[in-house]
Structure formats: structure tokens, C-alpha cells
């Protein structure tokens, strides 16, 4: 599409309607090959005029909404160095994941960085999103926490349990009460933002919490412990990269680099951590932020990243595989919401991916 | 093709089309563009306006509690399509928030790119909003302000923060040229679809047609001919081009062929001629030379080939210009010049010197005068002609002789010729002036005739002075006489020249003896001679001819006996002499107890300008044209004439004439109507009297005696008495020897008879006696004499009242004046009516002496007259009385004629009334203004009493019946022809008296015309309307 404006300078003079002008010759010129020379002309003029009107047209910068996720600020990174150009590629930052889904279901959004409870709620919805790749996965980022002296999750019966994230809290506090043969109308749960969890834990008012880093390690230096974490949830608590089906036709390209970029940035922070990090500690500072009161150093700003494993290009292949770990959470997510009445029914793994931007074996 | 212009026109017509279409469409596509472009960026700032001052509102509120919600609101309006960053600046210029959640807390001037501090100062310290458009006009960034509410515990330099909004429209600004150019590259490639198509035309159909044009011109350059004629075809203009090439060429072809055929035509006539021919140049050199010329000269042509001509001329006979051939110029130059013919000697190649006629010939072809002799040779010739000449010298000098012999017979013959044909000329001319001058006269002489005997007769009425009466009679009876004697000359005049026509219509015989009764009958009462008319039954009462001169004929004959006879009677017969399917020869006879006639007088009469004795003609006045014209008019009726007379026995002058029967035609007394049968008893000295009317009642089936004398009479009466077969009617003769009428009709009276019989006296005599006779108690009726069957049967029925009720008069009563035309009034009845009004008239006039006229003309004729000063009084009138007729005066004090006449329209009882207005204003207006009033009419002052009376008999009609009586117009008719052609001043109250009939039978027009022809004493055109009027049948 880019081609465009160039073309447009050519144009004013056609070189093959120029050519059935017929330059002088001194030599009259055989008329066969003056036909032909003219058909070549018109077959030539008419071809440009026919390509240009073929070119594409040129496309709004795909939108991708991020919320504020470890995950997501690969993406950030790659903006930061040049790999993610603003005219191609508008990341949207939103704060509440509400407005990101909601955003999303809008249609106001390409494309977002959502969990997979998220995706699959978004779906629920009848958007066509496929997942292009996964940015991170909750090795551990996500923790239940709970009072010194509640160390067994059997001992959290009839506690009040605060849950951050409700999507991904829940997930996680229905493993922790399955592993402790909990029901979940055995514990009191509440819902609260970080903030308050954080307040509230202070004040006596929860006896456990729910909640990701860099909360966790909050949490943990306000003396809780870490009763069940995303460990024991192997690749379940995902952070996908989900794009419109009509985005992914029209913009393959876009996506493509928009991929390419997360794992060149993910490539660039492995190489240099400590540059990618000052380079990404303006929007790290923002995971801290209700908390933070001094200016903090990098390590502390990496604290964002505990728990949470990147898996890279190569690592998408055998995660993604039917029947493998993320095939396994799909349909046990999907069958709960078909049961819920939420999805009417099972989608194929293939309906659920668009691995095009994978690269090949 | 390769005349090196590049161009052909089948390529650069569609490519300049091209591209001026293409240069239009880009035009078009970048006004759209730019055009778009400004509309978005004016969208754009009014939507980041809108988007800045929200969030500024937000902000303010954000700055007062949370800024969760703010900054909420903030990502979700920064994830908008052309939103490029949004942020919340505080007084202290850091982001408090923005779009991109990293720039929170930072200063705005390290974050937030191309920021401008001024801008930002600019806009805290106005509180004014500010928007900036990037060079490229493709980012637009508004700053908008808002109060800060600083926490109490912070110290800021300023009161309010700002609200940056950066929109990036590149997106929007590339689809949008995206778009443009591709909806332009669409009409281009459609444009060139177009283009293509319209050059592939050029090429078909003009290019090849002009290529296959040019070739074949090429051809044609070439080698003179064509093989095929080029295709027609292509546009109108190419195709006519290749037509015309066509016929060029054909034409060129053609005439070449021409030329060829004519050359070859022409050297086979030269070298077949017999004539030499030879041509030199204008050095006298022999170019060429036919076989004849050559043999002439005793050589063969090739001999002579560009040798000089000098060598064929003896030297002492070269012409003129062969000696001096300058004079040569003398000889008009072109081909078709043939110079100076002359004789010419030649010399043959055996030295023999001959004579030849030669003329010469100079053209110039191809630059180059050349001469052409023709020669003949002419020595046999000359010698023939010597020998002729000779001959013909003597026969030429005999020929002119006889030649000269011939033309003077010629000569004078033609003289004669001349002579006879403008004899002939004169002739017819004379011929045909004599017919104008006859018509002429016709017309000139009686129209002033006709004005002095009506001049004359109105002169009559209107003076009392005895001795002026006497003058005016005097004149009257000499104008009378005068005409007479010039009507008969006209007439015998026009049926010499055979100008007379006779009519064909249906008359009645009846009517024609009534008239000759009415015209004679006088004359004959004044010299005391009884007329008897009688007719025979079978007679056809309608038959069809030309009434008038069969008048004409009876009336002479009439004239003459009254003329001619001192005592006796006068008696008329009319009988059938002949009758056929279509035609009946009547034969009428006057028969006179007169002088009488020697047969020497009878083998005189009936000739033109003849009497029987020059000494009757001093003593009884006559032109002796009149038997003359009874002649003619028989014979142009058919008929013949006759006399037989012998001297002092009395004459009877008979003519027949053959007439038409009318297919109405029955017989005048038609016995199947009677229904009286009634003894009748006729008393009369006079035998033939007698004798007629006993006949005639016994043709009208009455049982009639007849006696001489009143004794006779008494004793018949008495012995019928006795015999019980009483009489039921007496006709009394009032003019009896011994026993008059009236004396005999008191006898009768007083005898003592069972049943009185009705009395009627039938008389010849005035007025006068008539109402003596009539106020005798005696009579029942009086009966005019002579008595015809129609009138004695009415009054026979009406006595014995079984006729025709006594009411069949009243049909009459439209008669207004005494007319002795008619044949049932009877005289009684009609004085019994000049005694009674007429009519009421109100004659309306502020001049007292104008009312006295009025009154005193309109008394006269029988009106009763009432007057009125005005108007007003005129209106009390009319409201009061009824009348018949109003005479308005047109100008009078209190109240005018227009007005009195339009308040008397307003009346119902006056709306029919006719008014007729008299005034002095003779202007058409005038005459509008009243009928516009409502006036029937118009009069003009001084009153002329004829015009008054005309006028009052048009418009007075006794309220009775007012329709004429059409069936009265034959007899109407018959008598105003006969009036009009006696030149009869009464005609003019006749026909005024008949004007409603008049206007009925003949339209309003023509009976307009009529009238004024009356008034201009034009008799003859007055006849001719009546004629074209034609006859009317009775109904």
C-alpha cells in the first residue's frame, strides 16, 4: 500500500501509451510490428491502470489493547526500540482489563493481550478472535497468600478471601480450595482491587488474598505465605496475544511484526536485562505504583516478572499442539462454559489459533 | 502515410481526447482530494475540541477527588482511531495523566513529543484553547485549559492545568487519496477502453477508407487508370470523398476515351476527305497533308512532309499573307475560325497550274500557330458553272417578270380583303352599339319618364291651386303619354333586335283579365261602352307563360277598340283553341262595336310603324306600333294574330298564344265545387252582356234566364211565381232604357213574391253611383262590371250563404287603400272601410307646425291622430290610450325621443308598440342611437308624405293578423309587374301599402332594394327584383 504515492508519480506519464505514439523512424516501421507495438502499449497501460486500482488500500494501524501485565511489556519494549512502528501498530494502554475486554467486544480493538478465561469469555460473545501466540504464562505469579499461621489451605474454611484479579484469582482459588477439598461456598470471598486487598490485609480484614506480582511479593513482605501458587496450574494461567479473524485477513503483515516484535524484544531482554529494563521501568514503575513512594531500582522493578515464564517461538509448537498443555486447558475451560450455557458449544482447537505467525519447523 | 508526420489521425485524435480527460479526472480527483482533506481537518479539530474539553471537565473533577475514573475514561477515549496521545497537564507542567500511563508524573516538556511550553503557558494564562495543525496538516493539537484544585499541603505556581489532544489524520488522509486515485485509475482505464474503441473506429472507418483513397490517387498518378474503384464507405465525409474519386476518374477515363475516339474520328474524316487538307506552320511548312490534298497536287503525302508550301503555288498567286507573312495575323487565331474563303491556284507536280477555293484556318496548339488550308479543286466546277450561268441569265429575267405579274394581283387582293373585313367590323359594331343603345335606352329614358309622372302625381296631392292642378294634370297625362309612346318603341325596339325574353311562370288567367278589366274599364265607363268578359269553362284558370305580355297583348287590342269605337260594347273572349299534355293554345278575342276596317286596312295592319289610315293616326293619336308588337309578342308566345272587321261593323282582333299547362292548372270555374244551385235571372239590355254572364252562371251551375228590360224581367218574376220555381237571385243592370237597376230592384220590392229574391246590381259606373246604388235599400250587392266567374261565384255564395263566410274579407283587411286589384273586394266594402280609422297614432313634436303636417297627412290616409309637446306628456299618452304607431321627435324640451322611447320600453303594454323616430339629423349615428333606444324606425325632416305613409303602412297593422297573406302574393305580384311596367307612379303606395308581404316574399334585403329602386322611380330594377324574386306558387 505503500507503493501507492510512488506509483502516483508515475502515472502522469504512462510509458506504455507513450510508446503507441510512434516515434519517427527514418526507416519505415513494418506495420505488423508497429500493431504490435501499439497492443503492447494499451495491453501494458491497461494493466498498470488495473494494478493500481488492485493495490491495496492503505490500513488504519491495528489497535492492540494491553492492560497493565507482565506480559504485555515486551510489547511495550519492542515500541520502545523501533521493532513496533506507531503507524502500523497502536498499543492501547487501558487500565482495567474490564475496559480492555469491553474494548475489545466493541470492536474498537484489532487485537489485545487478554488471559485465557478472558479470551474465552470474549468468545462467548461471538467474536471470531484466534490467539496468534501466547506472551506469557503464570509460573508462580499467581499466589494464594495467607495470614501467618493459615499455612494449610484446609485452615481457610470460613476465611474471608480477598480475589484481585477475578479471573485469574478465581482460577487459582478454585484450584488452591479443590487441592484443600474445599467447596467454594466454604469460604467467604471478596472482591477487591490491589490496593484495598493490600489495605485490608494490613488491617486484619481478609485472611488470605488472591494476587499476581508484583502484589505477591508485597504480600509476602507483609508476612504472608504462599499457600498455592500458579505452580501447581502448569500452563493454564496464559496471557495470549488475540487478534480479530478479520484483522488476521487483512493485516497479516502487521501481525506478523507485531509477533516478531514481542520475541525480538523478548530476545533483546534476555540479551540485556538490565538496558531492556530501564528501557521498560517507566511502565514497570506503573505495577508498583500504588505502593511505590520512592524512585525504585531496576531489580525492584523486575519483581514484575517473578513467576511469569515467556515461553518463546519454539516453546509455541509443543504448547500449542492438540492435545498438549494448552489444548488440555481449552476444552476443560470450554466445557465449563458450554456447561454454563455461556458457549454453545466446543470449538476445534484449529478455530481457536491462527499459528501462521509461528515460525516453521 | 510517409510524408514523416508522425501523427496519424486514427491515433492522435483519441490520445489528445485522452488527455484532456485524463488531465480533467486528475483535476477532479485532486480537488476531491485536497478538498476532503481540509474537511477532515476541520472534523478533527471540532471532535479533539469536543474530546479536549471533556477530558478538561474530567480533569477538574479528577482534580477534586480520584483519578481513577478519569484516567479510566482517558485510556478508553485514547484507544479512538485518529487519537494520537491525550494528556492531563497540571500547573507545574507534569503529565498527570496521558494516554500512555509511563508519562504520569513526568514532565510534559520530556514526554510528550514537539511540546510546546508557550502553547501551554499561552493557554493557562488566557484560559483560552488553542489548536495547532502540523506543517503537513496531518496532526492537529488542542490544548485545552482547566482549574486545578492543588492540594493544600503543595504550593503552584499556577491555577490551571491544560488538557493536550493530539489527532493523527495521516491514516485517514492516506485512505482517503487511496481512494481517489483508485476511483481515478478506474475512469482513466474506462476512458481508455473508450478511446481504444473510438480509434479502432478511426481506423476502420476513416483511416483505411483516406489509405485506400491515397493509394489509388497514387495509382491513378501513376499509370493513368484505376482497376477498381475505390470502396465506398466509412464516415458521410470519407465516403463522398471516395464517390467523387470515383467519378473523377471515371470521368477523366472517359473523357481520355473521348478524346481517343474523336482523334481517330478525326484523322479517318482527313484522310477520307476529298477536299485537301493541309497544315502548315507558321513557317509555311507543310506539317501535314491528307492523300487527297497530295493527289490534288500529284504526290503522295509522305512526298510533301515538311516541305514548304511555296512549292505547291505558282510564286505570282501566293496569298497575301504567304508573301508578307506578317499579314498572316490578319486570320483570326482558334481552331473553329475559318478565315478569308478564296480562290487560290495551285501548281501539280507535272507543272499544271489549277484553281482551287481554299480558306484558311488558324489555330495555336501547344504554343504553336498553325495554319490549315482546304483546298478544292474547282476547274471542272468553273467550267459547269460558266455553262449555267448562261443558261440561267435568260429563264432568271423571265421569272422575275411573271414573279412581279403575281404579287400586284397579290396586293390587291389583300387590299380588298382589308376593305370587306373592316365593313364587316363596322358592321357588327354598329350591330352591337344599336343592342347597347336599345338597353341602354330602356332604362335611361323611362327611369327620368317614371320621375316626372311621380314627381307629377305627388305634386298632384299636394297642392290646391286649381290652376296649378290643371298644369300638373296636364303634365301627367302628356309624361303618361309620352312613356306609352316610348315603351312601345323600347319594346318593338328590343324585339327587333331580339332582346326580349319572355318569363315562364305560373300565372293566372284570371288575374291578366282582371288587370286589362281594371286598365280599360275606365276608359270605356268614360266614353259610355259596356265591357263584357267572357271565358270559356274549360279554360285553365293557371297556366304557364309570361303574364305580363300576354297583358301587354290584350291591353292594345283593348286600348284600340276603346279607341275606335264611339258607342256599343266591348267584349273580351278567351277560349281554348288547343289542348295538349303539356301545352294549351289560348285563343283571346276583343271584340268592338267600332268603325271598323276596310280589307285594304286589315292587309295593312300588323305592320311595323303602320296604321290603317294616316287620318285615324291624326285623329286617334298612336305611334301604329302597338298591332305591330301584339305580332311579335304572339309570335313569341306561340301564336299568331288576326283581324276580321269589316268597315263600320265593328272589328275583332284575336290572337292565340301557346302556353304551358300548370301542373296546379284546373279550370277556372270548376262545376264539381258549386254547392249553390239557384235560380238566377239576368237582366241587361246589352245582348252580348247578357249572354255572358247567363253563360257564365250556367257554367258555374246556376240555372239562369235571361231578359232585355225591366218589364220582361217583372213579367218572368211573376210567371215563376206562378209556376212555384221562384228566382232566388236578380242581377240588375243599373243602366237600363226605360227601367233602370234601381228602379226595376224597387219594383221588384214591392211585388208581393213568396220569397224576395236577392238583389244585385251589376254595374260599370264610378264611385258615386256605386254608393248611391248601394245605400238604396233594395240591393243586396253590388257587382263591378265586367264580372268574372271567380267574383260572381263569391258573391253568389256569400248571399246564399253557402260560400265562403262574409268573414273571407277580413284577410283583406291588411288592404289598407282602395285597391281595384283585387279581385274580391267589393267597391262597397271598400268605401265601407275608408270610413272607418285605420289606426291611432301619437305623434310626439315640440313644433307645433311639424305636428299640424303630421297630423293633417296621417288624418288623410285614414289615421286617428293624437299629439304631445314632449316626452313626459308623450309617456302620459301611451299609458292612458293605445296606439298603433308613435311618431317621436328626436330633440324636445323636458324630455327627449330617446328618453320618452326608453321609459316606454319600460312599459309592458308599449313593449311591441313601434316607435319611429322623425328628426332633422340625417347622420348614421343618429339612426343608431335610436334603434339602439329601442326605435323601429326612422324618418327624416322635412317629411316627405310618400316616405310617411310607406313608413306607416309598414309598421301600423290592425292588431288582427298580422302575418301577410302569402297566398295573396301571385295577384301582388301580377299587379306590381304590371304597375312597374306601365311605369305607374301609384306603384310606390301600392307596394308601401303591400310592404309586408313585400318584405316577407322577397327577404329584407332585397325587398330593401326594392323599395329604394321605388324611391329612385327606377321601375325597370324594380321589376328586375321582382322578376329574380320569382313566382310564388299558391299555397
Known amino acids: ?361 | 502515410m510517409r510524408t514523416g508526420r508522425v501523427f496519424t489521425l486514427q491515433v492522435a485524435l483519441p490520445l489528445a481526447l485522452m488527455a484532456v480527460l485524463a488531465l480533467a479526472l486528475v483535476m477532479a480527483t485532486l480537488d476531491s482530494f485536497y478538498r476532503f482533506q481540509a474537511d477532515l481537518l476541520r472534523e478533527a479539530r471540532r471532535d479533539g475540541m469536543a474530546l479536549a474539553s471533556e477530558i478538561a471537565r474530567s480533569a477538574e473533577r479528577a482534580s477534586l477527588g480520584t483519578q481513577s475514573t478519569l484516567a479510566s475514561d482517558l485510556t478508553l477515549e485514547a484507544a479512538g482511531d485518529n487519537v494520537g496521545l491525550i494528556a492531563v497537564i497540571d500547573p507545574d507542567g507534569s503529565v498527570v495523566l496521558a494516554s500512555r500511563l509511563a508519562w504520569r508524573g513526568e514532565p510534559a516538556a520530556k514526554v510528550i513529543p514537539d511540546f510546546d511550553d508557550a502553547l501551554l503557558q499561552r493557554v493557562v494564562a488566557r484560559y483560552a484553547r488553542e489548536v495547532q495543525e502540523s506543517a503537513d496538516s496531518r496532526r492537529v493539537r488542542i490544548v485545552v485549559p482547566y482549574d486545578y484544585h492543588s492540594p493544600e499541603d503543595r504550593v503552584h505556581n499556577l491555577a490551571q492545568g491544560a488538557v493536550l489532544v493530539d489527532l493523527d489524520l495521516t491514516h485517514q488522509i492516506e485512505a482517503s487519496r487511496h481512494e481517489s486515485l483508485l476511483h481515478l485509475a478506474r475512469q482513466i482505464a474506462m476512458s481508455a477502453v473508450v478511446m481504444l474503441v473510438l480509434a479502432w473506429l478511426m481506423r476502420s472507418r476513416v483511416t483505411r477508407p483516406l489509405a485506400r483513397l491515397e493509394q489509388a490517387s497514387l495509382d491513378f498518378a501513376a499509370h493513368g487508370e484505376v482497376l477498381e474503384p475505390v470502396p465506398v464507405d466509412g464516415p458521410r465525409e470519407v465516403a463522398e470523398l471516395a464517390r467523387n474519386f470515383n467519378e473523377m476518374t471515371a470521368r477523366i477515363q472517359q473523357a481520355r476515351q473521348e478524346l481517343q475516339a474523336s482523334a481517330a474520328r478525326h484523322t479517318a474524316v482527313v484522310e477520307a476527305a476529298t477536299d485537301g487538307i493541309i497544315t502548315v506552320d507558321d513557317a509555311f511548312r507543310i506539317r501535314m497533308i491528307n492523300p487527297a490534298g497530295a493527289k490534288m497536287f500529284g504526290y503522295t503525302p509522305s512526298d510533301l512532309a515538311a516541305r514548304p508550301l511555296s512549292e505547291l503555288l505558282p510564286e505570282n498567286h501566293w496569298p497575301l499573307h504567304l508573301r508578307h507573312p506578317e499579314h498572316a495575323d490578319g486570320l483570326e487565331p482558334g481552331p473553329a475560325v475559318v478565315g478569308v474563303p478564296s480562290l487560290v491556284r495551285g501548281v501539280r507536280s507535272d507543272g499544271e497550274v489549277f484553281a482551287a477555293d481554299a480558306s484558311f484556318s488558324r489555330m495555336r496548339t501547344q504554343g504553336e500557330d498553325l495554319v490549315t488550308v482546304i483546298l478544292r479543286d474547282v476547274t471542272q466546277r468553273q467550267r459547269a458553272e460558266q455553262a449555267y450561268r448562261e443558261l440561267n441569265d435568260s429563264l432568271e429575267l423571265r421569272v422575275l417578270q411573271r414573279t412581279a405579274d403575281l404579287a400586284q394581283a397579290n396586293e390587291r387582293l389583300k387590299a380588298q380583303e382589308g376593305e370587306l373585313r373592316e365593313a364587316k367590323e363596322r358592321a357588327e359594331d354598329a350591330s352591337r352599339m344599336k343592342g347597347d343603345f336599345l338597353a341602354n335606352m330602356s332604362h335611361e329614358i323611362r327611369t327620368p319618364m317614371n320621375a316626372i309622372v311621380g314627381m307629377t302625381h305627388l305634386a298632384l296631392r299636394g297642392t290646391q291651386d286649381a290652376r296649378l292642378l290643371d298644369y300638373l294634370q296636364k303634365i301627367q297625362q302628356s309624361s303618361r303619354h309620352l312613356l306609352g309612346i316610348i315603351d312601345d318603341i323600347l319594346d318593338f325596339s328590343k324585339i327587333e333586335a331580339d332582346k326580349l325574353s319572355l318569363e315562364l311562370i305560373d300565372f293566372s288567367i284570371a288575374t291578366v283579365l282582371d288587370n286589362f278589366s281594371n286598365l280599360i274599364s275606365d276608359r270605356a265607363q268614360a266614353k259610355g261602352l259596356e265591357l263584357i268578359l267572357e271565358v270559356a269553362p274549360d279554360v285553365p284558370d293557371f297556366v304557364v307563360g309570361d303574364p305580363l305580355r300576354l297583358g301587354q297583348v290584350l291591353i292594345n287590342y283593348g286600348n284600340n277598340a276603346v279607341k275606335f269605337t264611339a258607342q256599343g260594347e266591348i267584349q273580351v273572349s278567351v277560349s281554348v283553341q288547343q289542348l295538349q299534355a303539356e301545352h294549351v293554345t289560348l285563343r283571346f278575342a276583343v271584340r268592338d262595336t267600332g268603325i271598323g276596317l276596310s280589307p285594304e286596312q286589315v292587309g295593312q295592319l300588323f305592320q311595323s310603324f303602320q296604321q290603317a289610315d294616316t287620318s285615324t293616326s291624326r285623329r286617334y293619336g298612336g305611334t301604329g306600333l302597338g298591332l305591330a308588337i301584339a305580332r311579335k309578342l304572339a309570335g313569341l308566345m306561340g301564336g299568331e294574330v288576326g283581324v276580321i272587321s269589316r268597315q263600320g261593323e265593328g272589328s275583332t282582333f284575336w290572337f292565340t298564344a301557346r302556353l304551358g299547362r300548370s301542373l296546379g292548372a284546373r279550370p277556372m270555374l270548376k262545376p264539381g265545387l258549386r254547392k249553390v244551385e239557384a235560380r238566377v235571372l239576368v237582366v241587361d239590355d246589352n245582348a252580348s252582356a247578357r249572354q255572358v254572364l247567363t253563360e257564365m252562371l250556367h257554367g258555374l251551375g246556376f240555372q239562369a234566364e235571361a231578359v232585355d228590360g225591366g218589364a220582361a224581367a217583372l213579367e218572368v218574376l211573376e210567371r215563376a211565381e206562378q209556376q212555384a220555381t221562384p228566382f232566388e237571385v236578380l242581377m240588375l243592370d243599373l243602366r237600363m232604357p226605360g227601367m233602370d237597376g234601381l228602379e226595376l230592384a224597387r219594383r221588384v220590392r214591392q211585388m208581393p213574391l213568396l220569397r224576395q229574391p236577392m238583389l244585385v246590381l251589376v254595374t260599370g259606373l264610378g264611385p258615386d253611383e256605386v254608393m248611391a246604388a248601394e245605400s238604396a235599400a233594395e240591393i243586396d250587392a253590388v257587382l263591378l262590371k265586367p264580372v268574372n266567374p271567380s267574383q260572381l261565384l263569391d258573391r253568389l255564395q256569400t248571399m246564399l250563404g253557402s260560400g265562403p263566410s262574409a268573414g273571407a274579407a277580413d284577410g283583406l283587411g291588411a288592404e289598407p287603400a282602395p285597391t281595384p286589384a283585387d279581385p274580391s273586394v267589393t267597391p262597397a266594402q271598400v268605401l265601407r272601410r275608408a270610413g272607418t280609422t285605420r289606426g291611432r297614432i301619437l305623434a310626439v313634436d315640440d313644433n307645433e307646425v311639424n305636428l299640424q303636417i303630421a297630423r293633417e297627412l296621417l288624418r288623410g290616409q285614414g289615421f286617428e291622430v293624437d299629439v304631445a309637446q314632449d316626452g313626459q306628456q308623450a309617456l302620459e299618452l301611451v299609458g292612458r290610450q293605445t296606439y298603433h304607431l308613435v311618431l317621436m321627435d328626436m330633440q324636445m324640451p323636458v324630455m327627449d325621443g330617446l328618453a320618452a322611447t326608453r321609459a316606454m320600453r319600460l312599459l309592458p303594454r308599449c313593449a311591441r308598440l313601434p316607435i319611429v323616430a322623425m328628426t332633422a339629423n340625417a347622420m348614421e349615428k343618429d339612426r343608431q342611437d335610436c334603434l339602439q333606444a329601442g326605435m323601429n324606425d326612422f324618418l327624416t325632416k322635412p317629411i316627405d308624405p310618400a316616405r310617411l305613409a310607406a313608413v306607416v303602412q309598414s309598421w301600423v297593422v290592425p292588431t288582427s293578423d298580422q302575418a301577410a297573406d302569402l297566398g295573396s302574393w301571385p295577384v301582388v305580384a301580377a299587379r306590381l309587374r304590371q304597375l312597374l311596367s306601365e311605369g305607374d307612379p301609384d306603384v310606390i303606395d301600392w307596394a308601401a301599402a303591400q310592404e309586408p308581404l313585400v318584405r316577407q316574399v322577397l327577404g329584407g334585403a332585397v325587398a330593401e332594394a326594392f323599395k329604394d329602386s321605388l324611391r329612385r322611380f327606377d321601375f325597370d330594377e324594380a321589376l328586375g327584383l321582382l322578376q329574380d324574386a320569382g313566382p310564388r306558387p299558391v299555397p
Open chain 1, 1 to 361: 500500500m505503500r507503493e501507492v504515492p510512488e506509483r502516483s508519480v508515475s502515472w502522469a506519464l504512462p510509458v506504455p501509451l507513450g510508446a503507441s505514439l510512434g516515434v519517427p523512424d527514418a526507416a519505415p516501421v513494418c506495420p505488423r510490428r508497429r500493431r504490435v507495438l501499439r497492443l503492447a502499449g494499451v495491453v501494458g497501460g491497461l494493466s498498470w491502470l488495473g494494478g493500481l486500482a488492485g493495490c491495496a488500500a492503505p490500513q488504519q494501524p491495528l489497535k492492540v489493547g494491553t492492560v497493565l501485565h507482565p506480559a504485555c511489556e515486551f510489547l511495550f519494549l519492542g515500541r520502545e526500540t523501533g521493532l513496533l512502528q506507531a503507524r502500523e501498530t497502536r498499543l492501547v494502554e487501558l487500565l482495567s482489563r474490564a475496559d480492555n475486554m469491553r474494548l475489545v467486544e466493541e470492536g474498537a480493538l484489532d487485537a489485545a493481550v487478554l488471559s485465557l478465561d478472558e479470551f474465552f469469555i470474549c468468545r462467548t460473545q461471538r467474536l471470531d478472535l484466534r490467539i496468534v501466540a501466547v506472551l506469557g504464562v503464570s509460573d508462580g505469579a499467581d499466589a494464594l497468600m495467607t495470614r501467618p499461621g493459615l499455612s494449610r489451605p484446609e485452615q481457610l474454611r470460613g476465611r474471608r478471601i480477598a480475589v484481585v484479579d477475578p479471573s485469574t484469582g478465581m482460577v487459582v482459588l478454585e484450584a488452591a480450595l479443590a487441592a484443600a477439598s474445599l467447596r467454594q461456598d466454604e469460604v467467604m470471598r471478596v472482591s477487591v482491587t490491589a490496593e484495598q486487598a493490600l489495605a485490608q490485609f494490613r488491617a486484619g480484614g481478609v485472611d488470605a488474598v488472591v494476587a499476581a506480582e508484583p502484589w505477591v511479593s508485597q504480600f509476602e513482605a507483609l508476612g504472608a505465605e504462599r499457600v498455592f501458587d500458579s505452580t501447581r496450574l502448569p500452563d493454564r494461567l496464559l496471557r495470549v496475544l488475540a487478534v480479530r479473524s478479520q484483522s488476521l485477513q487483512a493485516q497479516p503483515e502487521t501481525v506478523r511484526r507485531l509477533v516478531t516484535a514481542h520475541w525480538n524484544a523478548v530476545d533483546q531482554f534476555q540479551r540485556d536485562p538490565q538496558g531492556a529494563c530501564r528501557l521498560m521501568a517507566p511502565r514497570l514503575r506503573l505495577h508498583h505504583e500504588p505502593f511505590l513512594l520512592q524512585e525504585p531500582s531496576i531489580e525492584q522493578l523486575a519483581l514484575s516478572f517473578r513467576g511469569q515464564r515467556l515461553p518463546l517461538a519454539a516453546a509455541h509448537r509443543a504448547l500449542l499442539r492438540p492435545g498438549g498443555p494448552f489444548d488440555v486447558a481449552q476444552q476443560a475451560l470450554q466445557q465449563g462454559l458450554v456447561a454454563r450455557r455461556q458457549l454453545q458449544r466446543v470449538a476445534p482447537l484449529q478455530d481457536l489459533l491462527d499459528t501462521r505467525f509461528l515460525p516453521q519447523a
